[in-house]
């Protein structure tokens, strides 16, 4: 018993050894571009459907430690700043079939990553699709993608693709729909939702779409945002096995000032951490 405790210590500090020198590894420009060649070169043994349908490069997981030099060793290992994964198609299609008029709104991925949330809006006639990423070589490939779709469909919103940190990017337009695929923390959502608030009180009419929301408490406090939809929402089956889990929580709130009287909310589910700081599910309040 003694034995079995001293070994399972042993490798959880081998284990943990390992991540903090990987991560001082990566602080030096050869480290970081070495790691995350190999990174990319391994997400594409494994890909995603929609990669085949549009011919893009959207599969895989990049660690945080890779994606920007400029992020501080605090943020990566409380990952405030979260790793890369594309969100499941299925999911945000059902959040976006259920908003009335897209043509009238602009639509932001904060957090994008490598672009396939914006692939996904621009099956819905947004009037604009904007991403934001901290990562420079992921907004490239965001970039690329964005570039095919306007080749293949150009008839579809144009995508634009930002490198920057998701609490300055600029927000225009009366009518927006703001994405987040659990991107960040809390000490960065915080300040995002006070910007939000700002819009609703100048007037603008705000949907948030949150995709496992593990932070979605924070938007639930908000007396400037009322909710729209809620559902765990299975995976298409094409998708299952290129995803941690066959289904993932999607909320979507809408600002108070355009909420129409008639609309119930989905107030019948609540968000439930299931594992802390990783995933939430959407739960009906009477399970
Ligand atoms: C889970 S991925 C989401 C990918 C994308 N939204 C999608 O649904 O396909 C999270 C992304 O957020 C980015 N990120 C994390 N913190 C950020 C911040 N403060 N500003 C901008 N991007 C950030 C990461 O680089 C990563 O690519």
Redesign the pocket.
Known sequence: MKWFWVQNMLINYLRSARRIATILFTRSAYGRQYLLRRALKSSQRHTHPIDVTYSIQ?SGF?P?FL??PGVNIAKIVSR????????QPSC?RKALRSLPDTNKFAFY??????????VVASEFPFREIV?????KE?CAIATKNAQKIAQSFPDRAQISVEQ????AIALGGDRIVV??????GRT?LTPIINRLEQLVKAGRDVFIIF?NPVNGDLVEQSIYFSRWYAEQVPGDSDEIGHHSDVDDGVVVWRSVNAMPAQRSGHQDFKIVITKPTWRAEVVRSDR
């Open positions: 959207t990049i945080n994606s920007d405030e700043n979260n790793h890369y994964a594309g969100c945000l991925d904060l957090g994008c990553g490598m672009g396939r949330a914006l991403g934001v990423d901290l990562s992921l920057g940190d998701a609490t994405f987040m695929y659990h991107s960040f960065t995709e």
